[in-house]
C-alpha cells in the first residue's frame, strides 16, 4: 500500500461555526479526519501532519517556504503528498510550491473545500478522497484537486466564492477529471529531468496596479520610491494601457530609470498578453514594458517574487522570468 503525507494547513475544510453569530473559524480537526472520512484508510497508509492551521488570507511567503522544507524533509519516506489549505490563495501556494520544487518525481496536491467537513452537504469528503487517490498515481507535479477536475497547480485561478465548481485553468485544459473512471492526459504532464532541487525564498516587493479608465498615475508615483523591484499593470484586453493620457507611459519610463522591472498582464481572464498587437500596447512595449504572456496573475506574482530573492538585476529578472519553470508558460 502506498504511503501518503497528509498536511493540513487550515482553510474553510476544518473550521467549525462559532457562537453567537456562527462564523467559520479554524478548528484543531486534524486529528479526527481520518476518522470523518475513514474511506481513504482503503486507499493508502496516511500520516498527518499540521505545521500550522490558518484561514488562507492568512498564508504567505514564510508558510511557502515552511511547506516546501516539509515536503523536501519527506520526500524519501512518502509516495505521494496530500495539503488541505483554503481555497482563498490556495493557487498561490499552489505556483509556490511548484516553484520552490523543481523536478518533482511524486505527486503534490492541494485540496480543500468550499463548505466544511463538519457540515452537511460538504464538499470536503469528496474532493479529500479523489486527492488522496490521485496522490498514489505516477504523477509529477503540483496539482489542484477540486470538484473532481484535475488543475495544473501554477495555472489554476479560484472563480467562484460559492459554487463548488470553484477553481478553472483558464489557459491550459485541465489535466484530467475523475468520474466512474479517472481520465489523465499523461501527454501533457510535467516529467522530471534531473534530481529534486529545494530552492528556498520569496522577496516579494512588487506591486500590482490594475488600470481604470481615466485613472490617474499620479496616485502611484510614490510607490517608485519604496524600494520596488517589480511593477504589474494590469490593462484592459490583449495588455493595452491608456495612451496618449493619461499619463501611464511615463510611470513605465521612470519606473525603468529607477530599475524597476514593469510587467503588463490584462484584466480579461483568458488570453495571451500580446502587446504588439495595437497601439495603445505598442507604446507601451516601447517604454520597456514586458508581457505576462498566458501566465495568470497569481503564478506571475509569486514568480517575481522568488526572482527578486534571487536577483535584483532588471535584464536577469526578465530572463528568469521567462523561462518555463513548471509548465506555468
Not at 74 to 80: A, F, Q, V
Not at 144 to 160: A, D, H, L, P, Y
Not at 220 to 227: A, P, S, V
Not at 310 to 329: C, H, L, M, N
Request: proline share 6%; net charge negative; glycine share 8%.
Amino acid at each position: 500500500m502506498k504511503k501518503i503525507l497528509l498536511i493540513h494547513t487550515g482553510g474553510t475544510f476544518g473550521m467549525v461555526p462559532t457562537e453567537p453569530d456562527h462564523t467559520l473559524a479554524p478548528a484543531q480537526v486534524q486529528d479526527h479526519i481520518l476518522n470523518m472520512v475513514p474511506e481513504v484508510n482503503r486507499l493508502a497508509e496516511i500520516d498527518v501532519l499540521t505545521p500550522f492551521n490558518k484561514d488562507s488570507a492568512n498564508v504567505g511567503i514564510r508558510e511557502w517556504d515552511l511547506l516546501s522544507g516539509l515536503l523536501y524533509q519527506h520526500w524519501n519516506s512518502y509516495d505521494g503528498f496530500v495539503i488541505i489549505h483554503g481555497t482563498d490563495t490556495m493557487t498561490y501556494t499552489a505556483a509556490a510550491l511548484s516553484f520552490s520544487l523543481r523536478q518533482i518525481n511524486k505527486p503534490v496536491i492541494l485540496t480543500g473545500s468550499q463548505r466544511p467537513l463538519s457540515l452537511s452537504r460538504s464538499d470536503a469528503r469528496l474532493n479529500l478522497i479523489d486527492a488522496i487517490e490521485l496522490a498514489t498515481l505516477d504523477l509529477r507535479e503540483v496539482l489542484i484537486v477540486f470538484n473532481q477536475k484535475i488543475f495544473r497547480g501554477n495555472r489554476t485561478k479560484k472563480i467562484s466564492i460559492k459554487s463548488y465548481d470553484a477553481f478553472d485553468s483558464p489557459n491550459f485544459p485541465p489535466l484530467g477529471e475523475i468520474g466512474v473512471t479517472i481520465d489523465i492526459d499523461y501527454t501533457r504532464m510535467l516529467k522530471a529531468q534531473g534530481p529534486l532541487r529545494l530552492e528556498k525564498g520569496f522577496n516579494p516587493k512588487l506591486v500590482v496596479i490594475p488600470i481604470q479608465p481615466s485613472l490617474s498615475p499620479e496616485y502611484f508615483t510614490e510607490i517608485l520610491g519604496k524600494n520596488l523591484g517589480a511593477l504589474i499593470l494590469l490593462g484592459f484586453g490583449s495588455g493595452n494601457i491608456p495612451f496618449p493620457e493619461p499619463g501611464w507611459l511615463s510611470l513605465i519610463r521612470n519606473a525603468q530609470d529607477q530599475g524597476i522591472s514593469v510587467f503588463i498582464g490584462s484584466q480579461s481572464i483568458k488570453g495571451h498578453v500580446d502587446l504588439s498587437l495595437y497601439e495603445c500596447g505598442q507604446q507601451a512595449l516601447k517604454a520597456g514594458a514586458h508581457s505576462l504572456q498566458d501566465m495568470t496573475l497569481e503564478a506571475a506574482w509569486v514568480k517575481l517574487a522568488k526572482i527578486l530573492h534571487q536577483t535584483s538585476e532588471p535584464d536577469e529578472i526578465v530572463r528568469k522570468f521567462y523561462q518555463d519553470w513548471a509548465g506555468e508558460i
